[in-house]
Nanobody, 127 residues
């Protein structure tokens, strides 16, 4: 599975962006997916996750109420809508896929639990 994240860019504080994660190589409709981010000098941190059928989602406290994760399995794509962006949201954003349901429900926020990663897309929020 190859994952490609795109949609990042430069936006002013309070603005919005929608990131997309397109999968190729095989369908990810049965995979659980997550978004993570990494700012310079910091560890990769969990942002949001969605299970394979889209019925279960999780969010980091720092983005809850501002970000919305979704997926379109027909398009083999996962999205994260980011609203009310803040300068502290500036980071490289990565999408990832985790195959096993049992691992995902206990480890959706742990980067090392994920099996596949995209290359990342830069999000910069100016104040």
């Amino acid at each position: 599975v190859q994952l490609q994240a795109f949609g990042g860019g430069l936006v002013q504080a309070g603005g919005s962006l929608r990131l997309s994660c397109a999968a190729s190589g095989r369908t990810v409709s049965s995979y659980n997916m997550g978004w993570f981010r990494q700012a310079p000098g910091k560890e990769r941190e969990f942002v949001a996750a969605i299970n394979w059928n889209g019925r279960t989602t999780y969010y980091a406290d720092s983005v809850k109420g501002r970000f919305t994760i979704s997926r379109d399995n027909a398009k083999n794509t996962v999205y994260v809508q980011m609203n009310s962006l803040k300068p502290e949201d500036t980071a490289v954003y990565y999408c990832a896929a985790l195959v096993a349901d049992s691992k995902w429900y206990r480890g959706y926020g742990v980067p090392n639990e994920y099996d596949y990663w995209g290359q990342g897309t830069q999000v910069t929020v100016s104040s």
